[in-house]
């Protein structure tokens, strides 16, 4: 939750900042490589990941399903937001949907991807929306987990985290799934975090 | 779309291969660095943009129902894997 407060924090200080100054150069080529060294510094964290080798050693099959669930359940209702929501298409809102919680990656990603394709003012607008949304589902599910499981059982509150559910959410999935849950949540996250970059870059690019 | 995914590879074997490196385990922290940077950034864009500063609010309720959208779509989902393949044994080993 502080990590998530602290980003929170530079977010806010960042649209201060922009409100109050501006500068001469290229900010969006600027976040470009800082980009490109996030990618390389999460491929890092991802293969020195010692969790992978116990994830690998209890693999099973069906636990896959639990994150196909996920992927698919947020495809499909984050589709119906593109019937909604006439400003956008359908690949537009299921890019958003396909951030899973992770709000920082997803949103830079959408900005810098979809720039190209819409131009610079509808992409950071995306690219905010989906800030926002990602924003709102960690806190929803944080917030809303007895809610959640209460309604749709043991296994939604580890879907409904997205990559949240092997880091900030395990707790509150540990105390409403229950300690057995445990694997299948982290295994969930890491497929889920792995997935964000591969799925974004596919909805902005349909 | 393909440099994203080939810089993340790329750092995946890097990091394979220098697992055993306890340094390296410190890259977690350095990522939130760089998240807090590049969220500085985006806030920055967003800040000097006033068509999306004065439209925040408009901005919130399209987030919102993708959000509410997202997590109702996975639960329902969950429930239904949850229904047709784990509750028959009563645990999650099935």
Known sequence: MKGSLAILLFFLLGCASGVYYHVDFDIHQLSVYVLYVLMILLGINLGCNQDLKGFARSFNLKLLLVPVATVMGTFLFSALAGFILSRWSIFDCIAVGSGFAYYSVSSVLITQLKTPSIGMQLATELGTIALLANIFREMVALIGAPLIYRFFGRLAPISAAGIGSADILLASISKYSGKEAIPIAVMHGILINVSVPFFVSLFCNL | ?94
């Open chain 2, 1 to 94: 779309m393909f440099i994203f995914l080939f810089l993340m590879a790329s750092g995946a074997v890097v990091g394979y291969r220098f697992r055993c490196v306890s340094k390296i385990h410190k890259v977690t922290s350095l990522i939130q660095v760089v998240i807090c940077f590049l969220l500085f950034i985006l806030g920055f864009s967003i800040g000097t943009n006033r068509l999306i500063m004065d439209n925040l609010k408009y901005f919130c309720e399209q987030a919102a129902l993708i959000a509410g959208l997202s997590i109702l779509g996975s639960s329902v989902a969950a429930l239904l894997v949850y229904q047709l393949f784990f509750k028959k044994g009563g645990d999650y080993e099935g």
